[in-house]
């Protein structure tokens, strides 16, 4: 089961952390159930805080995916920051990462 710690911006945003090493297969789907009742409750920008993930395969982009079509156009898209190396790279081969507001790792 994927841990998501929820905290709210400066600025309204919803932040959530998953405290998880990886998101894949294996927790991408509860990482979705947990976050679409919080994103569902929230009026702000999202942000989703990556500096825990240190691998994502394609569920796991599927998941970040989903959670941006359930923002209204106005909210989109969702913040990934502190991307690190191999989940940006990632993004970047399935050509997914232009759906994103991306900061990576420093």
Known sequence: ???IQKRAGFDGALILTPKAESLDMANAASFRE???SLIEGSTGPVTVD???LEFIDSS????FLHANKLLPDDRRPIHL???GGKVL???ELMHVH????ILPRE
Do not use: D
Request: aromatic share 14%; charged share 5%; proline share 0%.
């Open 1 to 3: 089961m994927m841990i």
């Open 60 to 63: 796991g982009v599927g998941a």
């Open 81 to 83: 920051t502190g991307v």
């Open 34 to 36: 947990q976050y679409a």
């Open 50 to 52: 990556c500096s825990y």
């Open 98 to 101: 232009r759906s994103f507001h």
């Open 89 to 91: 790279t990632l993004l």
